[in-house]
C-alpha cells in the first residue's frame, strides 16, 4: 500500500512540475517570444531542451527536507508521539505543500500572471508547519528575507535594464547612421553578455557539478568568462560586419530593422541560458517535497537533507516540458506583449540585467526570484520610454499577485493538511509503521 502513497505523490510532483512549466518557465523566453525572435512553437522547443538538459544532467541531486530550511523539521519529530509519527506529519505536509503550490500556480498561469514557485512552495510550506508545530515551527528571518526579495530583485533588475537599454538607445539606436554604431558597439554589449551567461552557468546553472572541482576558483571562473566573452566579441564583430556592411545607405527606418536583426541572435542565446540555469537550479528543489515524501517512505525517519533520486529529475523535467508546451503560452504572452513592447535589442538588454542580478544576488546569498528579476527587467526597458511605455494595469495586477503567493499558498495548504490529517493519519501510520 505504500507504493500506492508514492504513486499519488508522484502524480502531484508531475502536477506540480507541469505548473513549472507553464509559469515559471514561459517568463524565460517571454523576451525571445515577445520580440518576435522565436514563434511560441520554437521557444517552447528551446526551452524544454534546455530546462530538461540543466534539470536532469546537472539538477541538484540533494535538496532541504523542508524547503529553504523554513521549517525546522526538529519542531516535527517534538510534537510526535514516535519517529513513525514525525514521517507521517511530513508525509501529509509535503504531498498537502505540493499541490497547494501547485494550485496556486495553476491558477496563476490561467490568468497569465507570473509568480515564482520557489515562493510558492515556500508559502506552503510555512502553512503546513504552521498549522502543524506552531508558529514558531517557522523561521521568520528567512521569511522576513522572502519578503524583501519582494522589492530587491524586480528594483534591481529594473535598473540595470534601464541604463542598459538608455544605453543602447541613445548610442546605436538614436544615432543618425545605427548602422555604423551597431558595428562599432554591439561586439561589446555581445562581451557584456557573454560574460554574464557564462558567469551565471558557472555559479548557478551547474553550481551543483563546479561545486565539486577544486581547481575552480573565482579567478578561475572569471578567467573563463573573461576568455570566452572576448571570443565572442571578436566573432561577432566579424559577423556583424558582414551582416550590416553596405546598409548604412539604407534609410534610418530600414537601418534600425537591420540593427534589430542582429541583436536577434543574441536575444534567443541569453533567453536559452535563463532557461537552462533555472532547470538546473530550481527544478530539484520545487519538486523536493516528493524526495521528502520518497525518503520518510524508504526510512520512516524525517531527515534534514534528502537524496532526489534520478527518477524524480527526469519527472519534474518531463512535467515542465509538458508544462511549457500546454499552457506556458498564457504567461508569456503577458511578460512578453503585454507590459510594454519588446524588440530584440530591448529582449538583450532584460535579459543580460536579469542575470547579472541574479548573479550579484546569487553570490551574496540574497534570496531573489528569477520571475521577479525579469520581470522588473522589462518593466525597467518600459520605463526608458517613459510611464507610458507601461501597461500599468497589467503591471498592478502581477504584482498582486506576487503578495498573495505566500499567504495563499500558506492557506490552501492549511487546509490540506488539516483535511490529510483527520482523514488519512492513523492509515498512514499503519503503513509507515508495519514498514518500520
Not at 502531484?12 to 522565436?38: E, P, R
Not at 551565471?200 to 561545486?211: Q, W
Request: glycine share 10%; aromatic share 8%; with cysteine.
Amino acid at each position: 500500500m505504500l507504493f500506492t502513497v508514492l504513486v499519488v505523490a508522484a502524480v502531484l510532483g508531475l502536477y506540480m512540475a507541469w505548473n513549472i512549466g507553464a509559469n515559471d518557465v514561459a517568463n524565460s523566453m517571454a523576451d525571445a517570444v515577445g520580440s518576435k525572435a522565436l514563434s511560441i512553437r520554437n521557444a517552447v522547443i528551446l526551452a524544454g531542451v534546455c530546462e530538461f538538459a540543466g534539470a536532469v544532467l546537472v539538477g541538484s541531486h540533494v535538496t532541504d527536507t523542508v524547503r529553504k530550511g523554513i521549517v525546522d523539521p526538529g519542531y516535527l519529530t517534538a510534537i510526535a508521539a514516535t519517529p513513525a509519527d514525525a514521517a507521517v506529519i511530513m508525509v501529509i505536509g509535503m504531498t498537502s505543500a505540493l499541490l497547494a503550490a501547485a494550485i496556486w500556480l495553476n491558477l496563476s498561469s490561467y490568468f497569465g500572471m507570473p509568480v515564482s514557485t520557489t515562493h510558492s512552495i515556500v508559502g506552503a510550506v510555512a502553512g503546513f508547519g504552521i498549522v502543524s508545530a506552531g508558529w514558531d515551527a517557522v523561521n521568520w528571518g528567512k521569511m522576513a528575507n522572502i519578503v524583501a526579495s519582494w522589492f530587491i530583485s524586480p528594483l534591481a533588475g529594473g535598473f540595470l535594464a534601464f541604463v542598459l537599454f538608455v544605453f543602447i538607445s541613445r548610442f546605436i539606436l538614436g544615432r543618425d547612421r545605427p548602422v555604423r554604431a551597431a558595428m562599432v558597439l554591439v561586439p561589446f554589449i555581445v562581451f557584456l553578455a557573454a560574460a554574464v551567461v557564462t558567469l551565471a552557468t558557472i555559479y548557478k546553472g551547474l553550481k551543483n557539478v563546479t561545486g565539486n572541482i577544486p581547481w575552480l576558483t573565482d579567478g578561475v571562473s572569471f578567467a573563463i568568462a573573461m576568455l570566452l566573452s572576448l571570443i565572442a566579441a571578436v566573432a561577432s564583430k566579424y559577423w556583424v560586419r558582414n551582416r550590416l556592411d553596405g546598409k548604412h545607405t539604407l534609410s534610418i527606418g530600414e537601418q534600425l530593422d537591420e540593427v534589430e536583426k542582429v541583436f536577434t541572435p543574441l536575444v534567443i542565446v541569453t533567453s536559452c541560458s535563463v532557461a537552462f540555469a533555472h532547470g538546473a537550479n530550481d527544478v530539484a528543489n520545487s519538486v523536493g517535497p516528493l524526495a521528502a515524501v520518497v525518503e520518510v517512505i524508504r526510512t520512516g525517519t524525517v531527515q534534514m537533507k534528502v537524496g532526489v533520486p534520478m527518477w524524480i529529475l527526469f519527472l519534474g523535467g518531463s512535467g515542465i516540458v509538458i508544462g511549457l508546451a500546454t499552457y506556458g503560452y498564457r504567461v508569456m504572452r503577458t511578460v512578453g506583449s503585454d507590459i510594454t513592447e519588446i524588440t530584440p535589442s530591448r529582449g538583450v538588454a532584460a535579459d543580460i540585467a536579469a542575470t547579472a542580478t541574479v548573479l550579484v544576488c546569487t553570490r551574496m546569498k540574497l534570496p531573489v526570484s528569477t520571475t521577479h528579476t525579469l520581470v522588473g527587467a522589462i518593466i525597467g526597458i518600459g520605463m526608458a520610454r517613459g510611464l507610458s511605455g507601461i501597461n500599468r494595469q497589467i503591471t498592478k495586477k502581477i504584482f498582486n499577485s506576487w503578495m498573495l503567493t505566500v499567504p495563499v499558498a500558506a492557506v490552501i495548504s492549511m487546509l490540506f493538511y488539516t483535511a490529510g490529517r483527520i482523514l488519512m493519519y492513523d492509515y498512514l501510520l499503519r503503513l509507515i509503521g508495519s514498514a518500520g
